[in-house]
């Protein structure tokens, strides 16, 4: 007895797993190219910061530090800077690194401040005061840099 029956085919379920495997390689693509983005080099030294928050979020991103606006402005209260950070979008877990250089831009040190949720055009400021970072640091500092170390930005804000 003979099966004459038309055998199936699987295309379908070819085809799906091919498109699988092309979605999953342009995924690792974008998530490398943003962690490549977001390393900065810091000073004229080889000291590379960056923000990997987002790297293993499917819906999120790494925050960048394109997505604030800082400015700067002396505080006599606590002798020391006032740092006013106004983010361009909505950013989960913020946290920033003020890195303090000499006048080559050598990296001197560096002052980590986790800000939290912030909102799109909502400012958020602190000061750091001569105290927190040294009579050192503080008489070498010739130059301040800020970089974004912390944070996920959603895709759909």
Same mark, same amino acid.
């Given at each position: 007895?003979?099966?004459? /029956?038309?055998?199936?085919?699987?295309?379908? *379920?070819?085809? *799906?797993? %091919? @498109?699988?495997?092309?979605?999953?390689?342009?995924? %690792?693509?974008?998530?490398? +190219?943003?962690?490549? =983005?977001? #390393?900065?080099?810091?000073? !004229?030294?080889?000291?590379?910061?960056?923000?990997?928050?987002? $790297?293993?979020? @499917?819906?999120?991103? /790494?925050?960048? !530090?394109? $997505?604030?606006?800082? $400015?700067? &402005?002396? &505080?006599?209260?606590?002798?020391?800077? #006032?740092?006013?950070? *106004?983010?361009?979008? &909505?950013?989960? =877990?913020?946290?920033?690194? %003020?890195?303090? @250089? $000499?006048? =080559?831009?050598?990296?001197?040190?560096?002052? +980590?401040?986790?800000?939290?949720?912030?909102? /799109?055009?909502?400012?958020?400021?602190?000061? %750091? /005061?001569?105290? =927190?970072?040294?009579?050192?640091?503080?008489?070498?500092t010739k130059y301040s840099s800020v970089i974004v170390t912390?944070? !996920?930005?959603?895709?759909?804000?």
């Amino acid at each position: 007895m003979a099966d004459d /029956s038309p055998k199936k085919k699987h295309g379908f *379920l070819k085809f *799906l797993i %091919i @498109l699988l495997i092309i979605a999953a390689i342009i995924f %690792i693509i974008v998530k490398v +190219v943003q962690f490549q =983005d977001t #390393k900065q080099t810091v000073g !004229t030294e080889d000291v590379f910061m960056g923000n990997h928050d987002g $790297d293993t979020k @499917l819906l999120h991103r /790494s925050a960048r !530090t394109d $997505d604030i606006v800082v $400015d700067t &402005d002396l &505080d006599l209260a606590s002798l020391g800077e #006032k740092f006013i950070i *106004l983010p361009q979008t &909505d950013i989960e =877990d913020l946290e920033i690194t %003020i890195n303090f @250089l $000499d006048g =080559d831009k050598k990296f001197l040190d560096s002052y +980590v401040k986790t800000l939290g949720n912030v909102k /799109s055009g909502v400012q958020v400021s602190f000061s %750091i /005061s001569l105290f =927190d970072l040294g009579l050192s640091v503080a008489w070498n500092t010739k130059y301040s840099s800020v970089i974004v170390t912390g944070g !996920t930005v959603s895709y759909f804000s």
